[in-house]
């Protein structure tokens, strides 16, 4: 069956670092890839997307690749702020209504 | 613009009450509706799925049940709660046809 997989954390960085979370897909077909973020007692909001294979998400200073051949969609950002403490949730959507969502990644900002 | 209603935004139940959710969307017509369960620490569950009035899917045999008596109102229930209920539940939505989904602010539920 289709699944998400992401890298544990939580993820601990200084502001102004460079941000990698690690997502990695198993689906048939050609499955729609995400991220979504978390805020500490809020609800998931989109983060960005890609619907086909070399597509680039990105959204608020973060990216992502839809990597077929790797079957990966990594969230990528240059330079975090306190303010993207959050957890992050990788998901694929195959149709039929339903989505996979990842177990998510803890990142928290020190300054 | 559409927005998703959530409440209560935190409810403390004792077990073996009912319970009752409910989430409303706004500024979409026949939206596809979803219920979620996100235990701590853990990533999110898919419990039901509306895709018209009274039509509900459920994907995991539990002791809850979700009802769609309007075309914008879900509606998460259960006759006696237990211990395991305990969680943060999301309700979302998606467009017929698209596939990005929009979550609610969520219900915390802790039962007692």
């Known amino acids: 069956g289709n699944s998400v997989t992401q890298m544990e954390g939580p993820v601990t960085l200084s502001e102004e670092a460079f941000l990698t979370i690690n997502c990695t897909y198993t689906?048939?077909?050609?499955?729609?890839l995400f991220w979504y973020v978390q805020y500490p007692g809020e609800g998931l909001q989109l983060l960005l997307k890609?619907?086909?294979?070399?597509d680039k998400g990105s959204n608020k200073g973060f990216e992502a690749t839809y990597r077929k051949e790797t079957t990966s969609f990594h969230l990528e950002k240059g330079s975090v702020q306190v303010s993207d403490s959050a957890v992050y949730f990788c998901?694929?959507?195959?149709?039929?209504?339903?989505?996979?969502f990842g177990t998510g990644t803890r990142l928290k900002v020190l300054a | 613009s559409q927005t998703i209603h959530q409440w209560p935004a935190t409810l403390v139940q004792p077990v073996g009450s009912p319970l009752s959710l409910e989430c409303t969307v706004e500024?979409?017509?026949?939206?596809?509706l979803y219920w979620y369960r996100q235990a701590a620490g853990r990533g999110l569950q898919l419990l039901f799925y509306?895709?018209?009035?009274?039509?509900i899917s459920s994907e995991v045999p539990q002791n809850l049940s979700a009802s769609r008596p309007q075309d914008r109102q879900f509606i998460l229930s259960s006759k006696k709660l237990l211990l395991s209920d305990s969680g943060f539940y999301l309700c979302?939505?998606?467009?017929?046809?698209?596939?990005?989904?929009?979550f609610g602010p969520g219900t915390r539920l802790l039962v007692l």
């Open positions: 979302a939505w998606s467009s017929s046809g698209k596939e990005t989904q929009y």
């Open positions: 689906a048939t077909g050609y499955p729609s």
């Open positions: 998901a694929l959507y195959s149709g039929t209504y339903k989505y996979i």
């Open positions: 890609a619907t086909k294979a070399d």
């Open positions: 509306s895709v018209g009035i009274g039509q």
């Open positions: 500024g979409t017509s026949n939206p596809n």
